[in-house]
């Protein structure tokens, strides 16, 4: 309680909230204490994560299809991709890794590739939007990808499996041709305790010297 | 500043062992601050576009399974930030939101970013002296050894902060290190002045939940969603130069990467 400048009441709702997490032991009369790290859901940020990369299809992971359906191109998109036409072909699906959720995906894809999409031909793909464009002749040049930290929505929440405003990594990405043109614009919430992005920088010396005459 | 709790369950009973797990979860934040932060994103990243009407309190307890007193709560706070406005027999609706200058930190122009963070923000240090490396740090750069120098460092813009960063410096690294440690300086460009250029960072992105020490520094509520960035820094020879792990502000920096495509069948 000194520590944190928080009542008793307080104190007692995060400790009973990391014995639900399995994170820690009470014991009465004697105290709380660590416990070792479990399984990986129990003890998830410091394991090693069951995914990387956001582009392809992870091995071993299985997905929903919940919404197939022609939108009115969102307000956001017209303002942001202004190659959107007038309406947009909207899938979100959920990606499970052994049967426990990871991801909830929204992908939008323009009328010129969507149009002739059909959700069968996305089931024989498992699922996997880009290989299937890829299939179809609208091969991916480039991954343009930005991540954020937000709080999970109601949508989110219940699809992931966690309280709503609990943290998620948001990756929203946008796909190209190799024209430029866009492919698809996907909102990305993952689990962060089953997923980080990973990504390796090589520094180059042309880099490396451009940086220098800057500085 | 204890953080008034509630016994009483809101809301209308879970109908699935998810709801209850989560709501199990939910334990130690309160509720009216989650919805706040929800409706806080949603303004800002325009989900909720300026001007728009927000859903009317009573759809907001629905969708959340909040009480009215709550949904209020949450509502007053946004209203005394100036970030909606209530008419009263109307609704509420989403104030046209001045631009809150974001830093973009683009993975793939790294030596360019660096140079850009370096000459408009400031890093204070917080800590330099030797110190054990966490375990989760050693799985993923056992190179590092049981102890290392700790720099520790609270990044601000303007005076707003933006990032904490903790670095591991191996310890022949570390000692070299002159004091006091300067403020517009990024590690990468001190570790470069030392010896072999770094060559490599390996990247790692997620979420996590402010800790108190995060929280009260970056001057975000406890459990706040914090984009957490862990890097290994080596050199031509694949030595280490640095491990660090930095808990970023994502309504204040920008993270983004440009991945190229491997071929179809790649």
């Known amino acids: 309680m000194k520590d944190y400048a928080v009542s008793r009441s307080t104190v007692r709702r995060a400790l009973a909230r990391l014995e639900v997490e399995r994170r820690i032991v009470r014991k009465r009369g004697s105290g709380t204490y660590a416990r070792g790290q479990g399984s990986p859901t129990s003890a998830p940020s410091d394991q090693p994560p069951g995914l990387t990369g956001t582009a392809g299809v992870p091995a071993g992971t299985t997905s929903r299809t919940i919404v197939f359906e022609h939108v009115a191109t969102p307000a956001f998109l017209l303002d942001e991709q202004s190659a959107f036409g007038d309406t947009t072909l909207l899938i979100r699906q959920i990606r499970y890794l052994q049967r426990e959720p990871v991801v909830l995906q929204t992908a939008y894809l323009p009328q010129r590739?969507?149009?002739?999409?059909?959700?069968?031909?996305?089931?024989?793909?498992?699922?996997?939007?880009?290989?299937?464009?890829?299939?179809?002749?609208?091969?991916?040049?480039?991954?343009?990808?930005?991540?954020?930290?937000?709080?999970?929505?109601?949508?989110?929440?219940?699809?992931?499996?966690?309280?709503?405003?609990a943290p998620v990594l948001n990756v929203r990405a946008v796909a190209r041709d190799p024209q430029r043109r866009i492919l698809a614009y996907i909102n990305f919430f993952y689990r962060p305790d089953r997923y980080e992005a990973r990504t390796s920088v090589e520094l180059g010396d042309a880099t490396r010297q451009r940086a220098d005459r800057r500085s | 500043m204890a953080v008034k709790t509630r016994s009483r369950r809101i809301g209308p009973p879970s109908t699935g062992t998810t709801q209850l797990a989560s709501r199990r979860l939910d334990q130690g934040v309160a509720r009216y601050y989650r919805l706040y932060e929800l409706l806080s994103a949603a303004l800002q990243d325009g989900t909720i576009a300026p001007k728009s009407a927000l859903p009317?309190?009573?759809?907001?307890?629905?969708?959340?399974?909040?009480?009215?007193?709550?949904?209020?709560?949450?509502?007053?706070?946004?209203?005394?930030?100036?970030?909606?406005?209530?008419?009263?027999?109307?609704?509420?609706?989403?104030?046209?939101?001045?631009?809150?200058?974001?830093?973009?930190f683009d993975l793939n122009a790294l030596p360019e970013t660096l140079a850009a963070l370096a000459s408009c923000t400031t890093a204070t240090t917080l800590r330099f002296e030797p110190e054990g490396v966490p375990a989760h740090l050693r799985a993923i750069a056992a190179d590092i050894g049981p102890t290392a120098y700790l720099l520790e460092r609270l990044r601000c813009?303007?005076?707003?902060?933006?990032?904490?960063?903790?670095?591991?410096?191996?310890?022949?690294?570390?000692?070299?290190?002159?004091?006091?440690?300067?403020?517009r300086a990024s590690v990468m460009m001190m570790l470069d002045r030392l010896g072999p250029p770094t060559t490599e960072v390996s990247c790692s992105v997620g979420a996590v939940p402010a800790d108190a020490a995060a929280a009260r520094l970056l001057e975000v509520p406890l459990g706040s969603p914090l984009l957490r960035v862990r890097a290994i820094l080596t050199d031509d020879s694949r030595r280490l130069r640095a491990v660090l792990e930095s808990l970023c502000r994502s309504d204040r920096l920008q993270l983004k990467m440009m991945e190229p495509q491997p071929r179809a069948g790649g």
Request: hydrophobic share 35%; proline share 8%.
């Open chain 2, 157 to 183: 813009s303007r005076g707003e902060p933006l990032s904490l960063t903790r670095t591991y410096l191996p310890e022949a690294i570390g000692s070299r290190i002159r004091r006091p440690i300067p403020t």
């Open chain 2, 56 to 104: 009317s309190e009573p759809e907001l307890c629905a969708q959340h399974a909040l009480s009215r007193t709550t949904v209020r709560r949450a509502l007053d706070r946004l209203e005394r930030e100036g970030r909606i406005i209530r008419r009263r027999g109307s609704g509420t609706y989403a104030r046209p939101h001045k631009a809150i200058p974001r830093f973009c």
């Open chain 1, 113 to 165: 590739v969507g149009a002739r999409l059909s959700r069968r031909q996305l089931k024989g793909k498992a699922g996997a939007i880009l290989p299937l464009l890829a299939a179809l002749g609208h091969r991916s040049a480039s991954l343009e990808q930005e991540f954020a930290a937000l709080p999970a929505d109601p949508l989110a929440a219940s699809s992931l499996g966690l309280a709503i405003g």
